[in-house]
Nanobody, 120 residues
Framework: QVRLVESGGGLVQTGGSLRLSCAAS????????MGWYRQAPGKERELVAT???????NYADSVKGRFTISRDNAKNTVHLQMNSLKPEDTAVYYC??????????????WGQGTQVTVSS
């Protein structure tokens, strides 16, 4: 059984910062790509940022220069540092990971989501 658990969401004012964390646990052999997605009310889920096992990153244009994704391969964690937050960043943020289990099954996993609310 593999689980992704997010933490760090909350309420912040415009211009503020938050740091999201996601920890993967369970029968994990290795984790390839990891990332963060978000879904605002009435909108589709969208990519925020991704990071490969070697640390190559990719960001949505809307967050470039404000958000930073990082990971700790030894701890099976991924983080999202969010600075200069705007009201339009308000959404549920989901952690995502491509994981190979100890049975050598490869699958894509999602966390349960954490709410980020930016007040104007």
């Amino acid at each position: 059984q593999v689980r992704l658990v997010e933490s760090g969401g909350g309420l912040v004012q415009t211009g503020g910062s938050l740091r999201l964390s996601c920890a993967a646990s369970g029968s994990i052999f290795s984790i390839n790509g990891m990332g963060w997605y978000r879904q605002a009310p009435g909108k589709e889920r969208e990519l925020v940022a991704t990071i490969t096992i070697r640390g190559s990153t990719n960001y949505a244009d809307s967050v470039k220069g404000r958000f930073t994704i990082s990971r700790d391969n030894a701890k099976n964690t991924v983080h999202l540092q969010m600075n200069s937050l705007k009201p339009e960043d308000t959404a549920v943020y989901y952690c995502n990971a491509d994981i190979i289990t100890l049975r050598f099954d490869a699958d894509n996993y999602w966390g349960q989501g954490t709410q980020v609310t930016v007040s104007s």
